[in-house]
């Protein structure tokens, strides 16, 4: 019979991690400096203009596929 336990990592204090880089910070702050901070909005302009971008193709795809038919 084998027992499978997970070990829980010590050091259990509220704490997490920076957004950006995902180095260990106290709980409540989101990035480790000001730094990440503004690495990770730019970060995140970017994934929106793609997202933007990715949606925009398909709704030109659907309207395509719709006028043609
Ligand atoms: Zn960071």
């Known amino acids: 019979m084998s027992t499978k336990r997970i070990k829980k990592p010590e050091g ?5 991690h920076c957004k950006n880089c995902g180095v260990s910070i106290p709980f ?10 503004i690495d990770y909005q730019k970060f995140k302009r ?11 193709a398909l709704i030109v795809v659907v309207a395509f596929v719709f006028l043609t038919r």
């Open 12 to 16: 259990l204090l509220k704490h997490t």
């Open 28 to 37: 409540g702050s989101e990035y480790c400096g000001p730094e990440c901070e």
């Open 46 to 56: 970017r994934q929106q203009y793609q997202l933007i971008a990715i949606v925009a």
